[in-house]
């Protein structure tokens, strides 16, 4: 999978467990799905996301041009 496609995928799946933690036990897990939103949105004007680097570190490969 690439580093793009992988952190789609992880932004999701944080964003639903939140949801379903926020549901299922204390809706303080809601700020969680906050958090997770406005570093999209950060990411997307500033081009600095840390699960980006994260991931790079781990060994994910970008997209090839």
């Known amino acids: 999978m690439t580093l793009e496609k992988s952190i ?6 944080f ?6 933690l926020g549901y299922l ?3 303080w ?4 799905t906050a958090f997770v939103g406005a570093n999209l949105l950060q990411s997307a004007f500033t081009g600095f996301c840390p699960m980006e680097r994260l991931l790079i570190k781990l060994g994910v490969k970008p997209e090839a041009p």
């Open 8 to 13: 789609r995928a992880i932004a999701g799946l």
């Open 15 to 20: 964003v639903l467990l939140s949801l379903a």
């Open 25 to 27: 036990t204390s809706p």
């Open 29 to 32: 897990w809601h700020l969680f």
